[in-house]
């Protein structure tokens, strides 16, 4: 099993399949549009530009868990991050990342890489999980590590 056996849905409310984004080296994150930590889809952006030649991609999944900060539609999510952030990646329908109601993808995540948390619960808006080219999530930064630290990591994959 690999991030790759996963599907997610767009906000348009396609299903597509992460076999998609098979040989690239991915960061998987839960989002929200109204919190403190939203600047880093602008973190995101920056690295998903200087490395998306050499196979990076950037998957984000709207949530709205932690304080009510993503109140609005999928919809409304994807285009608040193109519009303030200038987000070109992929943002997809919004999902739960804790609890019963959690996505699968995020279950197999947390199994995978689950940090210091119990469970591997996500403590907040922007965990990011860092995927390699075979689908395999290889490390988990957390909410207020910035996307700048996941550097090393990402070069090394590449």
Not at 27 to 54: F, M
Not at 102 to 124: A, H, M, N, S
Request: with cysteine.
């Amino acid at each position: 099993m690999s991030v790759h056996s996963f599907q997610a849905i767009t906000p348009a409310n396609q299903v597509q399949s992460l076999e998609t984004y098979a040989g690239k080296v991915l960061i998987i994150a839960n989002t929200a549009s109204e919190c403190g930590l939203t600047p880093q889809y602008g973190e995101l952006q920056k690295l998903y530009d200087e490395y998306k030649d050499r196979g990076l991609t950037i998957l984000a999944f709207p949530c709205n868990q932690f304080g009510g900060q993503e109140p609005g539609t999928s919809e409304q999510a994807e285009e608040f991050c193109k519009l303030n952030y200038g987000v070109k990646f992929p943002v997809f329908a919004k999902v739960e990342v804790n609890g019963p109601e959690t996505t699968p993808l995020f279950q197999y995540l947390k199994q995978k890489q689950p940090g210091d948390q119990p469970e591997g619960e996500i403590q907040w808006n922007f965990t990011k999980f860092v995927v390699d080219r075979s689908g395999a999530p290889v490390a988990r930064f957390e909410p207020k590590e910035s996307p700048e630290s996941m550097r090393s990591v990402i070069e090394g994959l590449l």
